[in-house]
């Protein structure tokens, strides 16, 4: 009996021993028959790949492309040079501290434009007071801006008090390591006026050396550029020589900033760039003004600013307007000017406090809205030029933003009394305004 079940059994064993491969546990966790099955999926995904989806993964790809192209009228080498935008955003990052209580975001702003276009401003708020907490961030297009502004306005008097200005908390100086290396020979120049164009810039610094390049960062909407750019220079030295001699340099009644460059990359093409752009739907045509200030420029850079800056004074005047020689000696002018000076107002330095600019804007206001108030401490020379009259020491400029506004300002002002003393004012010319005040820090701007 044992032996016919042994028999019987036989047959089912060889049957059974028909799928045993089909079970069999491989090494990847899989039986045979699920890895014929994955074997099978993954060769009819890759039929896909080749046939239907094709076409969806081309498109998909040049539209990455096309979202990753700048656009033509793009001056900024690190970006160009594919350098990563997160860390290009850092370098461009600087912290603004001890900011007035009054000012706003669009104050900040204004006064950090001269050094490049500003692409954010951010302050924190008091969520109790609804008011900014005395600091915040101001963002550059480039990285450049941002070093400007750093050099230039970190201590500075704005609004009754001294700026605190530096790099963010997550600045990281090793960032920098992949960028670029800045060409020796390229210069970064901003707050350049809009009737200044790019030929007009460039022979300005060519007395300094043969120039290779002049682009400025153009505005499409406008058609105009945005006030800052990069001027490249065939050798080292005249680079060196520009950047010194040219920053605070005043331009078309701007005081030129000037630095050498901080990350390298391709320039663009700047303004040529907008010749292949569909036409705009309106142009608009300004004039332009130079002088100097600070370092001395070439003679032949001075010459092109003073027949610039005459042209545009004619043009402003309506006549041939005298140049200025003497920028050190507060000296009356009869031309229109949006300036005012104030003389006798205190007795001398000891009597300056934070509140006395702003008590100028707040009488000043009643004639027209003021676009900066300046407490100017008086040189040595400037005293003696004025026969070290009583009250010379110290002047007070009111910047109005309309010529209309400074002359009745002017009829305000003159022989009123003012804390026991009666002030003298007159109009200023405006390009010496701008070289006088040129190193005050007590600025106060509404």
Same mark, same amino acid.
């Given at each position: 009996?044992?032996?016919?079940? +042994?028999?019987?059994?036989?047959?089912?064993?060889?049957?059974?021993?028909?799928?045993?491969?089909?079970?069999?546990?491989?090494?990847?966790?899989?039986?045979?028959?699920?890895?014929?099955?994955?074997?099978?999926?993954?060769?009819?995904?890759?039929?896909?790949?080749?046939?239907?989806?094709?076409?969806?993964?081309?498109?998909?790809?040049?539209?990455?492309?096309?979202?990753?192209?700048?656009?033509?009228?793009?001056?900024?080498?690190?970006?160009?040079?594919?350098?990563?935008?997160?860390?290009?955003?850092?370098?461009?990052?600087?912290?603004?501290?001890?900011?007035?209580?009054?000012?706003?975001?669009?104050?900040?702003q204004r006064v950090f434009?001269?050094?490049?276009?500003?692409?954010?401003?951010?302050?924190?708020?008091?969520?109790?007071?609804?008011?900014?907490?005395?600091?915040?961030?101001?963002?550059?297009?480039?990285?450049?801006?941002?070093?400007?502004?750093?050099?230039?306005?970190?201590?500075?008097?704005?609004?009754?008090?001294?700026?605190?200005?530096?790099?963010?908390?997550?600045?990281?100086?090793?960032?920098?390591?992949?960028?670029?290396?800045?060409?020796?020979?390229?210069?970064?120049?901003?707050?350049?006026?809009?009737?200044?164009?790019?030929?007009?810039?460039?022979?300005?610094?060519?007395?300094?050396?043969?120039?290779?390049?002049?682009?400025?960062?153009?505005?499409?909407?406008?058609?105009?550029?945005?006030?800052?750019?990069?001027?490249?220079?065939?050798?080292?030295?005249?680079?060196?020589?520009?950047?010194?001699?040219?920053?605070?340099?005043?331009?078309?009644?701007?005081?030129?900033?000037v630095r050498k460059c901080?990350?390298?990359?391709?320039?663009?093409?700047?303004?040529?760039?907008?010749?292949?752009?569909?036409?705009? +739907?309106?142009?608009?045509?300004?004039?332009?003004?130079? +002088?100097?200030?600070?370092?001395?420029?070439?003679?032949?850079?001075?010459?092109?600013?003073?027949?610039?800056?005459?042209?545009?004074?004619?043009?402003?005047?309506?006549?041939?307007?005298?140049?200025?020689?003497?920028?050190?000696?507060?000296?009356?002018?009869?031309?229109?000017?949006?300036?005012?000076?104030?003389?006798?107002?205190?007795?001398?330095?000891?009597?300056?406090?934070?509140?006395?600019?702003?008590?100028?804007?707040?009488?000043?206001?009643?004639?027209?809205?003021?676009?900066?108030?300046?407490?100017?401490?008086?040189?040595?020379?400037?005293?003696?030029?004025?026969?070290?009259?009583?009250?010379?020491?110290?002047?007070?400029?009111?910047?109005?933003?309309?010529?209309?506004?400074?002359?009745?300002?002017?009829?305000?002002?003159?022989?009123?009394?003012?804390?026991?003393?009666?002030?003298?004012?007159?109009?200023?010319?405006?390009?010496?305004?701008?070289?006088?005040?040129?190193?005050?820090?007590?600025?106060?701007?509404?």
């Open positions: 009996m044992s032996t016919q079940h +042994s028999t019987e059994q036989e047959p089912q064993a060889v049957a059974e021993g028909g799928n045993v491969a089909a079970d069999v546990v491989l090494p990847n966790g899989l039986t045979q028959a699920q890895q014929d099955c994955l074997d099978r999926a993954l060769a009819y995904a890759r039929e896909l790949q080749q046939t239907v989806f094709k076409d969806i993964l081309e498109e998909e790809k040049q539209r990455s492309e096309e979202e990753r192209k700048l656009p033509a009228c793009t001056v900024n080498p690190g970006l160009m040079a594919g350098v990563d935008m997160r860390n290009l955003s850092v370098m461009s990052r600087l912290y603004v501290g001890s900011i007035n209580f009054e000012l706003t975001e669009e104050h900040i434009s001269e050094f490049g276009s500003v692409s954010s401003v951010s302050m924190a708020k008091d969520p109790a007071t609804g008011r900014h907490k005395g600091f915040g961030f101001v963002e550059y297009d480039v990285p450049e801006a941002a070093t400007l502004a750093m050099e230039a306005m970190n201590g500075v008097m704005v609004g009754g008090r001294q700026l605190k200005i530096g790099r963010p908390n997550n600045y990281n100086l090793a960032v920098t390591q992949g960028f670029p290396a800045p060409p020796s020979e390229r210069i970064y120049v901003a707050n350049v006026n809009e009737a200044i164009s790019e030929e007009v810039l460039r022979e300005i610094f060519a007395p300094f050396g043969e120039v290779k390049a002049c682009v400025l960062s153009a505005d499409v909407a406008t058609r105009k550029h945005r006030g800052w750019g990069f001027i490249e220079f065939a050798e080292t030295t005249p680079a060196d020589q520009a950047a010194v001699a040219m920053n605070g340099f005043s331009l078309g009644n701007l005081t030129l900033r901080v990350v390298g990359g391709p320039l663009g093409e700047g303004m040529a760039a907008l010749g292949s752009l569909p036409p705009p +739907s309106s142009d608009a045509a300004t004039g332009s003004n130079i +002088s100097q200030t600070g370092p001395r420029p070439p003679q032949q850079v001075i010459d092109v600013a003073a027949s610039i800056n005459m042209s545009i004074n004619e043009a402003a005047a309506g006549g041939s307007v005298a140049q200025p020689t003497a920028p050190q000696v507060i000296q009356k002018t009869t031309v229109a000017s949006p300036v005012v000076v104030l003389e006798n107002v205190v007795g001398g330095r000891s009597e300056v406090d934070d509140e006395l600019a702003a008590d100028m804007e707040g009488e000043g206001s009643k004639c027209g809205e003021i676009a900066k108030v300046v407490v100017h401490f008086a040189s040595e020379e400037e005293i003696q030029a004025a026969g070290g009259a009583e009250g010379s020491e110290v002047s007070i400029f009111l910047q109005f933003k309309a010529a209309e506004s400074a002359v009745r300002a002017v009829e305000l002002f003159d022989g009123r009394w003012f804390a026991g003393r009666q002030v003298a004012a007159s109009l200023f010319d405006y390009e010496r305004y701008r070289m006088v005040t040129s190193s005050d820090t007590m600025v106060y701007i509404p």
